[in-house]
């Protein structure tokens, strides 16, 4: 009978793990099947769904629905447009006076009123609550008191920010800032209400915002359920029962999916697909130009790659470099080669300038070896090009790249590619200033503002200056476009710095990134806006 | 019997020490991972310090470790990056993967095992051929290439399945998930079940048995199988851990949220927590898995004692 008893142990142990998983069961979660409601592709957001502490795409496209803030980027052209706002006045582009229209509330019915945006700021720039978008606040007078690079705050509040109504408040900055109005467009500055700050456990496991949306269910890392709010006070109303957002491990399966009928968005249709996706799709394929511009950018903190004639040799390589045919070939025209260091969706009056970088980003191996030559050759004799191999095609085009490089240079090993395991790790060594060699840089625009292209990456000392770049001239320029009122002439000067950035090749500009979506026969109307975000409010469904 | 399973439950310890030791260590060994969470762009230093010191990790690495197995003994595994619970981590992807597994392990024993016993009873056949054949292109082909085509037939062009799975993860839904993931292992068990089928077909006791005037399916269930199957056994034991832990080829295409998925994000943001909690409990399992595969064969050999 010894093994009658094994047999029930062992039929024990079975049991409790079937019973284990039997609780996980439930419903099968219905699909694209209920009527109004577009079901989209999603990634699991890496912070929590806070405005301040949200800073990709995969967050910020629920902030997009859920909240709308004092300013609203218009979904076409990109223009900063007084949303919540009924006027923003300054006189002197330091002290600025916000005016929130009436009748604007919360989903929740609470009003949203001048406090609503005062303490969502002061909540989003105080230390305490590691917020990771609390630089934003930084032009705020007062921020270095609530948010000091070593220790404690020593205030809880921006001093810069004053209640002056029920529906206005002032806003001291500590630099003049011309163009910070257009700035407040950001999901960083939307308001909250006092459901966040009374428990705040509770808010995040269900968002209130005052957007034209509400949340309806909210399973973590699976599945964030969006209804239309029909009290919504806005213009922008949603033109759909509702957005259900997916989460999807891999966007291939996202994009099978969309072929099999399963789901009717998705936002980023994956590289490898790219060949199939006019013959799946046709015309519901959009590719359309997004404020993200990729650049390769130099460690200036490594005395080889700061040599006089080291400009030379950051030339010589942007010149090696054949955009056009990388483009075409790898990425199948969703990204166009780079002729300056903004991205075509600012436009023209915004900032974007056709043609800036010049000759230094045209196609000219003969000239490239001869620049390099003259620059004295490669530093080390060899260029490593540093990206992180976990995520996006970053392999392709580093070793398409090199290969051009070595082309030009008729050298098999002057350019190789490095890749770094996780993009934690390749963060990490770029914060550290350990990089070698160039690596790879993106930037995605917070706002479309040639300023925000330009100053954090390139200004001395600046939060995504990650090549340490410093020049004089280039930081006098955006300090006086920065001061100048006239948006034109602002512009104009921001140019002007770019000028010396070209000058100097402080960062190889490589291409301009677009946005790539796919739908299902069941939408009309789906559009990305400049951020490459679907506009979902607008998207409608038969 | 008792004072075996103590003892064996007692040898737990030692291993379940050191290999989350191990785990913390490589993830520890991977870099500071709070420069990830800001995206392309870098942390202000204020709040990265303040980061580090919430998930503590601006203390030296031992006192790290201590800290958290002394948490993880009264239940708290830590917050993941996103600031979910570990253990809320767990409660949604581990049933998940239990049911995956369970499939992937009833289709091993189910059609593994009969495909086993009748090529193995039928030894040159043409059936014990073509199976074999068969068993050898499967193990041939990667998992993530049976995965998609399967996808891409049955999904996309014919429409019998969902090409991915829905979030509450239903048993159904994991049916073809379940034999992409147990494919290979299948075609393992069916060729280890052969050999010994067909090795112990030939011993004293069959040939007994069927002197006897046993009817066959007695001769093959009772005596046959049961001594045929201590190899097998063994196999599926081990393969319990392998399939919860390597589920994840499997979970990304077919969009399970399971373990694999909770790890592969785990490592990409490198959230010691969450990988050295997910590997904990898989060590656990292994080692429960294996305990139990070590009960089993007395069951199988009533001639096997413990002590």
């Known amino acids: ?542 | 019997m008792g004072r075996y399973v103590i003892r064996r439950l007692l040898q737990m310890i030692p291993v379940f020490f050191g290999a989350t030791l191990l785990i913390f260590l490589m993830v520890n060994v991977m870099g500071d991972p709070i420069a990830g969470l800001c995206g392309d762009k870098a942390c202000d230093p204020a709040t990265a310090a303040r980061l580090k010191q919430e998930f503590g990790l601006d203390k030296p690495v031992w006192q790290q470790y201590a800290t958290y197995m002394g948490n993880v003994f009264t239940g708290d595994f830590g917050t993941a990056f996103n600031g979910q619970k570990v253990t809320e981590l767990m409660s949604t992807s581990f049933p998940v993967t239990i049911r995956l597994t369970i499939i992937a392990i009833l289709f091993e024993i189910v059609i593994g095992i009969s495909l086993g016993v009748v090529t193995g009873l039928r030894r040159g056949r043409p059936i014990d051929t073509a199976v074999l054949i068969l068993t050898l292109v499967v193990i041939a082909i990667p998992t993530f290439v049976t995965g998609l085509v399967l996808q891409l037939v049955l999904g996309v062009e014919w429409k019998w399945i969902r090409s991915s799975v829905s979030p509450s993860a239903p048993f159904n839904e994991l049916l073809v998930p379940g034999l992409v993931l147990a494919s290979v292992s299948l075609a393992y068990v069916t060729r280890l079940t052969r050999t010994s089928i067909a090795e112990n077909s030939r011993a004293d006791y069959v040939r007994t048995a069927v002197a006897k005037g046993l009817p066959r399916h007695r001769v093959i269930t009772r005596h046959l199988l049961r001594n045929s199957l201590i190899p097998v056994v063994t196999f599926i034991g081990t393969d319990v851990g392998a399939l919860m832990g390597g589920a994840i080829v499997t979970e990304r295409i077919f969009n399970i949220h399971g373990v694999g998925f909770q790890l592969y994000q785990g490592i990409l943001r490198q959230s010691t927590q969450t990988v050295v909690g997910f590997v904990t409990v898989l060590v656990l399992v292994f080692l429960v898995a294996n305990l139990v595969v070590d009960l089993l064969y007395a069951v199988l050999d009533p001639r096997i004692r413990y002590a």
């Not at chain 1, 009658?4 to 099947?33: E, I, M």
């Not at chain 1, 800032?177 to 407040?184: A, R």
């Open chain 1, 1 to 542: 009978m010894r093994g009658a008893t094994h047999a029930k142990w062992t039929a024990c142990a079975v049991v409790v793990a079937l019973a284990a998983t039997a609780c996980g069961g439930g419903d099968s979660g219905g699909g694209s099947g209920a009527s109004g409601i577009v079901s989209s592709s999603w990634g699991d957001p890496q912070n929590p769904l806070e405005p301040a502490n949200t800073n990709e795409v995969q967050g910020g496209k629920v902030l997009d629905m859920l909240f709308r803030g004092l300013v609203r980027y218009d979904p076409k052209t990109g223009a900063a447009k007084n949303m919540v706002a009924e006027k923003i006045d300054t006189t002197d582009s330091t002290n600025f006076t916000v005016t929130v229209k009436d009748g604007w509330t919360f989903s929740n019915g609470e009003k949203v009123t001048a406090k609503s945006f005062v303490d969502a700021w002061n909540y989003g720039a105080n230390l305490k609550h590691n917020q990771k978008n609390a630089y934003f606040f930084g032009y705020i007078d007062g921020y270095d008191k609530v948010h000091p690079d070593k220790g404690d705050p020593t205030a809880d509040t921006l001093s810069g920010l004053k209640v002056t109504g029920d529906r206005t408040f002032t806003v001291k900055l500590n630099q003049k800032f011309s163009t910070w109005p257009d700035t407040l467009g950001y999901a960083a500055f939307a308001p909250l209400p006092k459901a966040f700050f009374d428990n705040h456990s509770a808010w995040l496991s269900k968002p209130v915002g005052n957007g034209p949306y509400t949340v309806n269910s909210y399973t973590k890392g699976s599945k964030l359920e969006m209804r239309k709010w029909d009290a919504y006070p806005g213009e922008d109303k949603a033109q759909n029962g509702g957005v259900d957002l997916k989460v999807y491990t891999d966007n291939n399966t996202a994009y099978t999916d969309l072929t099999a009928g399963n789901l009717d968005l998705v936002d980023d249709v994956p590289a490898s697909q790219l060949k199939n996706v006019k013959s799946d799709l046709g015309d519901r394929y959009i590719n359309t130009p997004a404020g993200i511009i990729q650049t390769l950018a130099f460690p200036f903190y490594d005395d080889a790659w700061n040599t006089p004639g080291a400009v030379k040799v950051r030339k010589g390589l942007s010149m090696a470099i054949n955009r056009a045919q990388i483009t075409d070939t790898i990425f199948q025209k969703t990204r166009t080669p780079a002729t300056d260091w903004t991205s075509p969706v600012l436009g023209a009056d915004g900032g974007y300038k056709d043609g800036l970088c010049g000759d230094a980003c045209k196609y000219d191996p003969a000239g490239a070896k001869k620049l390099i030559q003259e620059g004295g050759g490669i530093p080390g004799g060899q260029v490593k090009i540093s990206y992180n191999a976990d995520t996006g095609s970053h392999k392709e085009w580093v070793d398409a790249i090199c290969n051009s490089v070595n082309n030009a240079l008729g050298n098999d090993k002057a350019c190789v590619g490095n890749p770094v395991g996780t993009f934690a790790d390749f963060r990490n060594q770029i914060t550290q200033n350990k990089m070698s060699g160039p690596f790879r840089a993106g930037w995605q625009m917070d706002y479309p503002l040639i300023q925000n292209f330009l100053q954090p990456l390139y200004y001395t000392n600046a939060s995504s200056n990650d090549g340490k770049w410093t020049n004089a001239q280039f930081d006098k320029l955006v300090n006086e476009a920065n001061a100048e009122t006239d948006k034109a002439k602002a512009v104009d000067l921001f140019q002007q710095a770019e000028g010396v950035l070209r000058d100097q090749m402080g960062a190889i500009p490589l291409w301009y990134q677009n946005g790539s979506a796919g739908y299902s026969t069941r939408l009309s109307n789906v559009a990305l806006n400049p951020f490459s975000v679907p506009v979902y409010n607008e998207i409608k469904v038969s």
